[in-house]
Nanobody
Framework: VQLQASGGGLVQAGGSLRLSCAAS????????MGWFRQAPGKEREFVAA????????YDADSVKGRFTISRDNAKNTGYLQMSSLKPEDTAVYYC????????????????????WGQGTQVTVSS
C-alpha cells in the first residue's frame, strides 16, 4: 500500500492542525494505521495508532487528550487531529500501515509497520 501524508504546516502554540494519510494500492481497511514523528536529532517516536476497523485506538502519553486518531475506510484515508499544540510537538510526522490490523503489545514499535508515507512537517512556534 502507498501512503501519502499531508496537512502539516506552521502553527502557533495552542493551535490545531489535522494531518491526513491517503492510502492507495491495497485494501486500506485491512491495515492498522499508526502515526509516528521524528524531531531533529531524535529517534522516531510513536504518536498514535488505530485498528483496521477504527474500533480501537492507542495514544502515546505525550499526546493523550490533545491528539485524536481516526480513519475513514470508505475514503482510504486516516487522520490525526492535533490540538493544544506545543513547541515540543515540532517534528516530521509519518503515517504507517500495519498488516496485522489490530492494536496490540507491539503497536508502538516502528518495526511492526509494513508501509510508510513520506512524512509531513509540523512546526509549532512559541
Amino acid at each position: 500500500v502507498q501512503l501519502q501524508a499531508s496537512g502539516g504546516g506552521l502553527v502557533q502554540a495552542g493551535g490545531s492542525l489535522r494531518l491526513s494519510c491517503a492510502a492507495s494500492g491495497r485494501t486500506f481497511s485491512n491495515y492498522a494505521m499508526g502515526w509516528f514523528r521524528q524531531a531533529p536529532g531524535k529517534e522516531r517516536e510513536f504518536v498514535a495508532a488505530i485498528s483496521w476497523s477504527g474500533g480501537s485506538t492507542y495514544d502515546a502519553d505525550s499526546v493523550k487528550g490533545r491528539f485524536t486518531i481516526s480513519r475513514d475506510n470508505a475514503k482510504n484515508t486516516g487522520y490525526l487531529q492535533m490540538s493544544s499544540l506545543k513547541p515540543e510537538d515540532t517534528a516530521v510526522y509519518y503515517c504507517a500501515a500495519d498488516s496485522h490490523g489490530l492494536i496490540g503489545p507491539t503497536t508502538a514499535w516502528a518495526a511492526s509497520y509494513d508501509y510508510w508515507g513520506q512524512g509531513t512537517q509540523v512546526t509549532v512556534s512559541s
